[in-house]
């Protein structure tokens, strides 16, 4: 039997290293509480203010967290003294309020997906290149630490040359969960399905090919997905996400030389394991979490890059969300899922972009 492979170990910093910036709140619902309390509980990112269109809704997030300002409107948080902004609306309103504190001369650090489709994904990157700030999509698995090292078994060799991506995430929601709502673009593919199909997009990369079958809820969204993509050189991803119960949420990049597991939920904290094809295992361990352990590495990684003079988070280029985007795109196609308003929000995506 070889020698099991040694894993490289993370470069991810202390969050409390990263430069504090005063940041606003831009929605403030249940994934602005979970961003809130993991910043607050360990970095030193200052969360100064929340905004929302309904001020006792500022002022009881607020007072639940411990904020300064509470503001009644997007428009006044865009222009108040925050240094950056986190967009953490429903879906279908990112991409107004990425642009809105763009134009304010805010950053953003965009709450996934970053819009609803390409078109406004690649709007928001073209403001955000054409007003010099930073701008990135909290797609917060990838600036975990174990993500930082999974990178650096791919780009090192150790996986050889990647055949094949399988990637899946299910969840159980109360009827009234706002993902059975079509006006906010609900389904389960931007809420979850956007986890495995970044992680395929950045594995894999373009798709050549995408062949998707999909059925509906009751509720009048999409209940379930599965998609078989196609890639350069041969490789192959398999894709399905659903609102009906939990899965195991699991991923594995299938190699030449080895495959690499990823603990369930494969994008949340915990552990992954590499095994060659001779049996010899090697396991990555990292304490499993959920938001409250993760999603401050977002928040350090987006100050940094800032105090740096970047304007684009390595851990999630603005690029790579456009791409995950455009492959969404194409599996909405197939399957006639349209979101409420988009024609119209890829037309103001066409001119905020001009």
């Not at 409107?73 to 609306?89: K, N, P």
């Not at 504190?101 to 403001?127: F, T």
């Not at 950045?202 to 050549?208: I, K, N, Q």
């Amino acid at each position: 039997m070889t020698d099991r492979p040694i894993l490289p170990v993370s470069r991810v910093p202390d969050s409390r290293n990263a430069p504090a910036l005063r940041w606003g709140i831009m929605g403030p619902g249940w994934i602005a509480a979970r961003f809130t309390e993991s910043v607050q509980a360990h970095s030193n990112q200052v969360i100064a203010a929340v905004g929302s269109r309904s001020l006792e809704r500022s002022k009881e997030f607020a007072r639940q967290h411990g904020v300064p300002a509470a503001l009644g409107s997007y428009e006044e948080l865009a222009a108040s003294d925050v240094d950056i902004v986190y967009v953490a609306t429903p879906h279908n309103f990112h991409y107004e309020a990425a642009l809105l504190a763009l134009d304010a001369g805010k950053h953003v650090l965009i709450e996934k997906p970053i819009g609803i489709n390409a078109r406004q994904a690649a709007g928001i990157a073209r403001r955000a290149a054409d007003t010099g700030l930073f701008a990135a999509e909290a797609m917060w698995t990838f600036f975990l630490p174990k993500f930082d090292v999974i990178r650096q078994v791919i780009d090192a060799g150790m996986l050889g040359d990647i055949t094949t991506v399988f990637a899946e995430y299910g969840e159980y929601f109360e009827k009234d969960h706002r993902i059975f709502d079509a006006a906010l673009a609900g389904g389960p593919l931007l809420d979850l399905g956007t986890y495995p199909l970044a992680l395929i997009t950045s594995v894999l990369g373009d798709p050549e090919r995408v062949l998707a079958v999909g059925a509906p809820h009751q509720a009048g969204v999409n209940g379930q997905l599965s998609a078989v993509m196609s890639f350069a050189g041969g490789g192959q991803a398999v894709l399905n996400t659903q609102l009906y119960n939990f899965t195991p949420t699991s991923a594995t990049l299938v190699g030449t030389a080895a495959s690499l597991t990823i603990d369930g939920p494969f994008n949340m904290p915990g552990g992954f394991t590499v095994r060659c094809p001779d049996g010899t295992r090697t396991v990555y361990e990292e304490p499993a979490g959920a938001h409250f352990e993760g999603l401050h590495y977002e928040a350090a990684a987006a100050a940094r890059a800032i105090a740096d003079g970047e304007t684009e988070a390595l851990q999630r280029p603005l690029a790579a969300s456009v791409q995950t985007m455009a492959v969404a795109d194409e599996i909405r196609r197939q399957l006639g899922i349209r979101f409420p308003g988009e024609e119209l929000q890829t037309a103001a995506s066409r001119e905020g972009a001009a």
